[in-house]
């Protein structure tokens, strides 16, 4: 994803100073009438000598010329639409890696259950806490090691830190959300031993431990550059 959002920065920012509609209205011919016509005519499907519309003679002659199909292509969108796609595309892979299995988890919940702030500690379609401690494990892991090596390659294919901001935004925006359904979830669903137990992050901290991640990556990225 970094390496199709980079070149298509590259190509956007190319373009921007050029005052060019790129626009175009493309021709195209449509042979779908004279290529079905032709088969009826080839299976005689209906009579040669019968003068209504049915005749398939007739009907072939009719429909003989091809159709002429006016395209309209606009390259500029289709590369502000492709950008916007290869960004939409990395933030949910970068959100899966995180929190994917959390996010599963805590959908599962308020489908069965409506939201995830209604359901009951008797409900045994809620996660145990094992279950839960699991997630959270593999989620603490990710943002050890995994989350920051992703980060640090944005670094490699986007030496912009606006652009890296702008990226990641997105990205620390989603897993505190669902950081923020976990602890609705705890709060309805969970005694307050079995939330000592899980002593899971707290939305601000998650939010937190994000923003000092990219402030990091950030501020190498300015010492690689001076």
């Given at each position: 994803f970094l390496f199709l959002i980079k070149h298509l920065l590259i190509l956007r920012e190319q373009i921007a100073p050029f005052d060019i509609d790129f626009a175009v209205t493309e021709k195209t011919l449509d042979f779908t009438m004279m290529i079905n016509s032709f088969s009826q005519l080839l299976r005689g499907q209906t009579s040669v000598l019968s003068f209504n519309n049915y005749n398939t003679l007739l009907n072939f002659v009719w429909h003989a010329a091809p159709r002429i199909i006016d395209s309209y292509l606009d390259s500029k969108k289709d590369l502000?639409?492709?950008f916007k796609s290869a960004c939409e595309s990395f933030i949910a892979y970068i959100t899966r890696a995180t929190v994917g299995g959390l996010a599963e988890l805590l959908s599962r919940v308020s489908s069965s259950n409506g939201q995830t702030d209604e359901v009951s500690h008797m409900d045994t379609r809620i996660p145990t806490v094992e279950e839960l401690k699991t997630i959270l494990k593999e989620i603490e892991q990710c943002m050890e090691t995994e989350l920051p090596a992703l980060v640090r390659k944005m670094s490699i294919y986007l030496n912009n830190p606006v652009t890296q901001g702008i990226l990641f935004k997105p990205i620390r925006a989603n897993i505190v959300h669902t950081f923020w359904e976990l602890?609705?979830?705890?709060?309805?669903?969970?005694?307050p031993e079995e939330r000592g137990q899980l002593a899971a992050?707290?939305?601000d901290e998650i939010a937190h431990r994000l923003e000092l991640l990219s402030c990091q990556n950030q501020s190498s990225l300015y010492?690689?550059?001076s």
């Open positions: 502000e639409k492709e602890h609705r979830m705890l709060a309805s669903a969970y005694s992050a707290s939305p010492t690689l550059n």
